[in-house]
């Protein structure tokens, strides 16, 4: 199991940035590919990016593309999503998640084995 902490959340205004951390411990963080999802107030939590264990390929969400990046620090065990042009309707609670596989990124929630607690993040109109 892999211990995975965010930090970075927020309250910004819409058309500002925003850049989250999740720092793991636990079992080898560098050999697990990671995502990041959120969860907005009365809807499913939703895959938002991913990255593979060595950050050579990543994935993001129709919603998100072009407006977020997500990179990796092996050497430091953290995860990292940018997040700019911010919208209203990003605001949601952003988790940390940790697959199964070194390649293949979580993009569902049957897809993640560890969960961080999560990160409020809010945009303001």
């Known amino acids: 199991q892999v211990q995975l902490v965010e930090s970075g959340g927020g309250l910004v205004q819409a058309g500002g940035s925003l850049r989250l951390s999740c720092v793991a411990s636990?079992?080898?963080?560098?050999?697990?590919?990671m995502g990041w999802f959120r969860q907005a107030p009365g809807k499913e939590r939703e895959f938002v990016a991913g990255?593979?264990?060595?950050?050579?390929?990543?994935y993001y969400a129709d919603s998100v593309k072009g407006r977020f990046t997500i990179s990796r620090d092996n050497a430091k065990n953290t995860l990292y999503l940018q997040m700019d042009s911010l919208k209203p309707e990003d605001t949601a609670v952003y988790y940390c998640?940790?697959?199964?596989?070194?390649?293949?990124?979580?993009?569902?929630?049957?897809?993640?084995?560890?969960w961080g607690q999560g990160t409020q993040v809010t945009v303001s109109s």
């Open positions: 636990g079992r080898t963080f560098k050999t697990y590919a």
């Open positions: 998640a940790a697959s199964f596989s070194a390649i293949r990124i979580p993009t569902m929630e049957s897809g993640v084995r560890d």
């Open positions: 990255i593979t264990w060595i950050g050579g390929s990543a």
